[in-house]
């Protein structure tokens, strides 16, 4: 049966909090809201992000895929960002990761990826061009999103503009603190120079879905989600998006002082709805 004809959707136009028990509660609930989309959309172009975080969605949507529940065959995937400078191949270059993680898992061919050329001569170029050919793949259906404990998205860090395009920008010490433990726990291997999508550009992907978890994120999320939306805090540009999901569990949920509500709210939703 067809499910009701919604009078509103709930929680749409408005940043929508789910709070889970745990990231892989979290990871399932995502991957279910992405095999929705593509039962709707088989072709989707998927935007998605590195980090430790998303990792439990990939898991999920793999094991989805794996069960026969989702045919992600024709799915498209699209890189968030990219440092600058490593070599073509490194194995913690966000290309690689997402090769790794989310192309092969779900047995995608490489042709299904698109990512920014982060070892190009000229940065500038490759930065448009990226923005070009995600316009010109339709743009993004859903981007998942994580967290920097400074609040940035992508490699937006604070002060990024909030219309900002696909760009180079230079991290912060802390973000490469953050990283280094992806480089043997050597800052000095971190570059100090990445690509990424600009604020402007993430908020052209048709659903936002930022994933947060652990206790370390709750400043970051709070501020997000109560705070003003301000440069300094990236993320909180979110609430100027028409369909944002924010995923958190217990811990990521903890400086949430609407925190009750949107559990009620989320309990009462109609389940057909989805995220
Ligand atoms: N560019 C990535 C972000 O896309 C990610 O959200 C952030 C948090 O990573 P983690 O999920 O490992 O905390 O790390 C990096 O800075």
Redesign the pocket.
Known sequence: MDPPRPLHQIGRHSVEVVIVKDAKAGGELIADGIAGLLRRKPDALLGV??????IPIYDALTAQVAAGSVDASRARIAQ??EYVGLPAGHPES?RSTVLRQVVEPLGLSQEAFMGPDGSAEDVLAACEAYDKALAEAGGVDLQI?????DG????NEPCSSLASRTRIKT?TEQ?RV??ARFFDNDIEQVPHH?I?QGIGTILEARHLVL????E??AEAVAQTVEGPVAALVPASALQLHPHATIVVDEAAASKLKLADYFRHTFANKPAWQGI
């Open positions: 992000a590195t980090g430790s975080t998303p968030l960002d966000y999103l994580g967290i920097g404990t940035h998205i992508g490699f991290l973000t953050d990283n990445v990424t994933l947060a978890t652990g370390g994120k």
